[in-house]
């Protein structure tokens, strides 16, 4: 849920991958503009000349990049909303919230947002503040929709009807990278190493683990380490041994630097697979970079895709924040917001109910791809695999 292209989505995601540009008549489609024009039962009932969205990000603390790039998409998106005449013919009004990555703090925050009248929350960023502001909005006497644009983990959104997710599941990664190996590269045979500290690499580890055995490939090796380990020698001592077609390895891009690297000093030279997490490993690897040529990794989007909703939004952000490239969590805040546009003018009101079940009926076409939510408020989505050779990052599918 869970790090991205020059930050990545994976570590946030453990730590706890719309309309036209005005207002239009309530529609169940719709998509981003290709041109980028520029406390609960006290809560009171919206009022006044703007349309209050809440959002909780962590903005300090240690996993603030993530916080900051999803506010940076969303303040994009909500400019260029308002310099299309806002929502219902109502200037959207962004409330946001610092929760610096921390459930109390989150939950705290969450009851703020309410007490100031918000109509939906898009938030929180990392999984475990997310799951924990689900309980509270899922609870009856609350009902707010509730739209986290990069919480993974998969309990989130069972919490209640009302609750929705822009990102795709960490097991859905780990069933489409097996697909992967196993359609495109015809892996026979597989090794996998993941992280048994971390919610995240464990769960992406088991679910390509079960789809790779279903489809009739023979995990050879099943490696577990730490958190807090950087040798890897003993775990990748048994991979070689078991001579594997591939290495999967869900994790960060911090700690693929370093297994990466020790993988081919161990002597495995085949193809390394992982999921969103490995967004950023070519920077944290310096002039190492050869160590990942030939690798795969899924992700929510990729930034040099050439379907025009990408390219513009990437220029327009390019342009806004003085040169950065926007890694997947602002594209997935810049789409969170244009997905409640939709469900907001879809209801034609800013009831809370009306909302939900106008976001039940979502099908949006984004930045991060077209997509309808299924009976659990997660997204139908495609996947971007892409390959990393010669220290750089090219698309190859999308699954």
Known sequence: MKKFLTLAL????????????????PSNSSSAPADGSAA????????????????LAPLTGSVSTYGTAVKNGLEMAKEEINAAGGIL????????????????EATNAYNKLLSQGIV???????????NAVAQLAADPSDGTPMLTPTGTAANITLNGSNIFRTCFLDPFQGQIMATFASEKLGTKSAAIMYNSS?????????AFKTTAEAKGMTVVSYEAYGDADTDFKSQLTNVVAANPDV??????YEKLALITAQARDAGFQGPMLGADGWDGVLAQLGDNTAVVD?????????????????????????????????????????DSLYIMKQAIEAAGSTDKAAITSALQAVSYSGVTGDMTFDENG???????????????????SKM
């Open 10 to 25: 994976a570590a946030v995601l453990a730590a706890g991958m719309m309309a036209g540009c005005g207002p239009a008549a």
């Open 40 to 55: 609960s039962d006290a809560a009171p009932a919206p009022t006044g000349d703007t349309i209050k969205i809440g959002v």
């Open 89 to 104: 013919g109502k200037q959207v009004e962004l409330l946001i919230e610092d929760e610096k990555g921390d459930v109390t």
């Open 120 to 130: 939906a929350l898009i938030g929180d960023v990392t999984s475990q503040p997310s």
């Open 198 to 206: 971390s919610d995240y690499s464990q769960g992406v580890a088991d």
């Open 247 to 252: 290495l999967f390895l869900p994790d960060y």
């Open 294 to 334: 030939g690798c795969y990794f899924s992700n929510h989007y990729f930034v040099d895709d050439t379907d025009e909703k990408v390219a513009t939004f990437v220029s327009n952000y390019e342009g806004k924040y003085n040169g950065e490239v926007p890694n997947a969590f602002a594209a997935l805040g810049y």
């Open 378 to 396: 997660d997204p139908i989505k495609k996947v971007a695999i892409i390959k990393l050779q010669d220290g750089a990052v090219t698309l190859d």
